[in-house]
C-alpha cells in the first residue's frame, strides 16, 4: 500500500497527467479541425457534380424534374420523403421541393433532360423543342443549340471588348471631368486656354463615346435575337433567349470521364470567374482578390509597426509605471471586439484623416470624398491595428526569450547595441516574429465585422489594381471572402440555393489562411534551422 501511494506521488509530482491531457486535448482539437473540414468539403464541392436528374410521376398525375439533394425521415415518422431541386425559379417560384415517397408511382432518368446554366433566375430543366434563329423557328438538336451558343458567345465577346472600351473612354471622361473641376477651383475662365483644350478633348471624347454606346446597343441588340424554346417536364413552354445561357449539358447522358472533366471546368470557374445571380452562382475571384490584397497590405502595415513597438519596449524602454502601463493596455488590446476597432476606423481613419486628405488635395472635388470613404487603404490599416498587438507580444517573447550571455558576448566584442540587435537579436528572435506574423494574418483573414463599415462591398465594379494610373488604387472599395460568406449566407433572397455556395467560400477561405500560413511557417522554419538556439 505505502509503495502504491508512493509512486503514485511520484506519478502526480513528474507531471505524467498534465502531458497526457494536453496530448488528448491536442488530439480533440485536431480531430475536431478535420472534421469541420470534411463537412464543409463534403457540403460544397458537391454541388459542381453534374448530378442525374430525375423524372418523377406522382399519383396525382403531376410530374417533377429535379436533381435529388437529401432523403429524410417524414414528420409522422411513417416514411421517407425526397428533397429535389427543382430549378425553373422563374416558372415555379422556387428551387427546392419536398416530396413524400409514397407519392411517387414511377421515375426514370431521361436521357434527353438538358440543364441549363443561365445568367438570371438560376438554372432552368427541361427538354428544347425548337430554335429561333434570326427570326426563323426551327426544330433543332442539341449540337445545332451548342453551335448557335458559340455563335452567340462569339458576339458576347465581341461585346466585351466593346464594354473594356467604353469603360477606358469612361475612365477618361471622369479624368478630363476631375481636371475641369480643378481648373474651376483655381477660378480660370472658359476662355482660358487650359478650358479650351479641355472643352475640345471633352466634345472629341464624347463623341467617340456616344459612337461605342450606339455601337454596343445594336450590337446587344443583335446578339439578343436569337432564342431557344423549352419545355418543362409539364409540358410548358418556356422561351430563352441564347445570350441569357451560361451553359448546356445533358448530365444523364454524361460518362464518367466527361463528368470529371465537367467538374474541373467548374472548379476553375469558380477561382477565375466573375459572380453572378447575386453572387450565388459563378466564380468568386474578385472575393479571393481582395482578401488575399488586405492580407498583404495589412501585413505591410501591422508587421513593421508591431516588431518595432516591440523592439522599443523590450531593449530600449526603461522599465518603470509608463512601460507596465503600455504593456498592459497592448495584451487588453488583443481582446477588443473587432468591431469596435471597425468604429475606430471609420471615425479616425475615414472621417478624420480621410476627409482631411480630401480638404488638401482634392479640395476641388467636395463635398464627394475621394478617400473621405470606405476603401482598401482604410481597412487594411483597421485590421493591421487590430492585430498589431498579437505581433507586438509574439516580438516581445522572442526578444526575452533570448539568453542574456549572447547580449553580453556580442557588446564584449565591441558591438553597439544597433549591431547587437540587427546582427544577433533578430535573427535569433525571427521565427518568433514569424510566427506572430501567421497568428496575425490568420486572424486578419477572418474578420468581417470592421470591414462592413471600413470598404467591403458586395459586388465591387473594378479590383483595385488596374491598367491605370497609378495602377494601385487603395481608395476603391473591394470584395471579401468572409463578407461573402454573411452576404449569400443571410442576405441571400434564397438562403437554400446558395448554402452550397457559402460552404465553398468558406472552404476557400480556409485554404487562403492554411496557403499563407504554410508560407509563413516554412520561412519560419528556414529561419529556425539557421538561427536555432535552445530556446526556439
Do not use: C
Not at 488528448?24 to 478535420?34: K, P, Q
Not at 409522422?76 to 421541393?97: E, H, S, T
Not at 509605471?321 to 487588453?332: E, G, K, L
Not at 442576405?491 to 509563413?520: D, G, H, R, W, Y
Amino acid at each position: 500500500m505505502a509503495t502504491t501511494t508512493k509512486n503514485m506521488n511520484k506519478y502526480w509530482r513528474v507531471g505524467e497527467p498534465m502531458v497526457w491531457l494536453s496530448g488528448a486535448s491536442l488530439a480533440i482539437t485536431l480531430l475536431t479541425a478535420v472534421i469541420l473540414l470534411a463537412v464543409i468539403m463534403m457540403n460544397g464541392l458537391g454541388v459542381f457534380w453534374p448530378a442525374e436528374l430525375h423524372r418523377l410521376e406522382l399519383k396525382d398525375g403531376s410530374q417533377v424534374a429535379g436533381r435529388l439533394m437529401k432523403t429524410e425521415p417524414t414528420v409522422d415518422g411513417n416514411g421517407l420523403r425526397r428533397q429535389y431541386k427543382i430549378a425553373n425559379r422563374d416558372m415555379y417560384g422556387l428551387d427546392f421541393r419536398w416530396i413524400d415517397e409514397n407519392q411517387i408511382v414511377r421515375q426514370a432518368k431521361p436521357k434527353q433532360l438538358l440543364v441549363l446554366e443561365r445568367i438570371e433566375h438560376g438554372d432552368f430543366y427541361g427538354e428544347l423543342q425548337s430554335l429561333v434563329i434570326n427570326g426563323a423557328r426551327h426544330r433543332g438538336s442539341l449540337a445545332d443549340l451548342d453551335e448557335a451558343l458559340t455563335a452567340v458567345n462569339k458576339e458576347t465577346d465581341g461585346l466585351k471588348e466593346l464594354e473594356d472600351k467604353l469603360n477606358d473612354a469612361s475612365y477618361q471622361m471622369e479624368q478630363l471631368r476631375l481636371k475641369e473641376l480643378k481648373y474651376r477651383y483655381k477660378g480660370l475662365a472658359d476662355s482660358d486656354s487650359e478650358m479650351i483644350t479641355l472643352n475640345q478633348d471633352k466634345v472629341s471624347l464624347d463623341k467617340e463615346f456616344r459612337q461605342l454606346i450606339d455601337l454596343q446597343t445594336r450590337q446587344t441588340a443583335r446578339a439578343r435575337e436569337d432564342k431557344a424554346v423549352f419545355t418543362d417536364v409539364s409540358g410548358t413552354e418556356k422561351e430563352i433567349v441564347l445570350a441569357d445561357i451560361f451553359q448546356v449539358y445533358t448530365p444523364n447522358n454524361m460518362s464518367a470521364g466527361e463528368k470529371m472533366v465537367f467538374y474541373a471546368a467548374k472548379l476553375v470557374e469558380l477561382l477565375v470567374g466573375e459572380p453572378r445571380e447575386s453572387n450565388t452562382e459563378g466564380g468568386l475571384f474578385p472575393a479571393i482578390f481582395g482578401t488575399v490584397m488586405l492580407i498583404f497590405v495589412m501585413s505591410l502595415f501591422s508587421f513593421p509597426l508591431g516588431v518595432i513597438a516591440a523592439i522599443y519596449l523590450r531593449e530600449y524602454a526603461k522599465e518603470g509605471v509608463v512601460v507596465r502601463i503600455v504593456r498592459i493596455a497592448v495584451n487588453n488590446l488583443a481582446g477588443i471586439p473587432s468591431i469596435v476597432y471597425g468604429i475606430f476606423g471609420l471615425g479616425f481613419f475615414i472621417y478624420g484623416i480621410g476627409h482631411s486628405i480630401d480638404s488638401f488635395f482634392f479640395p476641388e472635388r467636395m463635398p464627394t470624398p475621394t478617400f473621405g470613404t470606405g476603401g482598401l487603404l482604410w481597412a487594411s490599416l483597421t485590421l493591421a491595428l487590430l492585430t498589431v498587438p498579437v505581433v507586438i507580444v509574439s516580438t516581445e517573447e522572442a526578444l526575452g526569450a533570448i539568453p542574456r550571455e549572447m547580449r553580453e558576448g556580442s557588446y564584449a566584442l565591441g558591438s553597439t547595441k544597433f549591431q547587437t540587435l540587427v546582427r544577433i537579436l533578430l535573427p535569433m528572435a525571427s521565427p518568433g516574429i514569424m510566427t506572430g506574423l501567421i497568428l496575425a494574418m490568420a486572424r486578419a483573414a477572418g474578420e468581417v465585422a470592421p470591414l462592413m463599415i471600413t470598404g467591403v462591398v458586395k459586388l465591387a465594379p473594378a479590383l483595385p489594381i488596374d491598367g491605370n494610373f497609378p495602377f494601385f488604387h487603395l481608395d476603391r472599395k473591394f470584395m471579401h471572402l468572409g463578407f461573402h460568406i454573411y452576404d449569400i449566407g443571410f442576405q441571400s433572397p434564397n438562403v437554400e440555393a446558395a448554402k452550397p455556395m457559402v460552404f465553398v467560400t468558406t472552404l476557400l477561405l480556409v485554404l487562403i489562411v492554411l496557403i499563407m500560413s504554410s508560407v509563413a511557417i516554412y520561412l519560419r522554419n528556414k529561419m529556425k534551422k539557421r538561427y536555432t538556439f535552445g530556446t526556439f
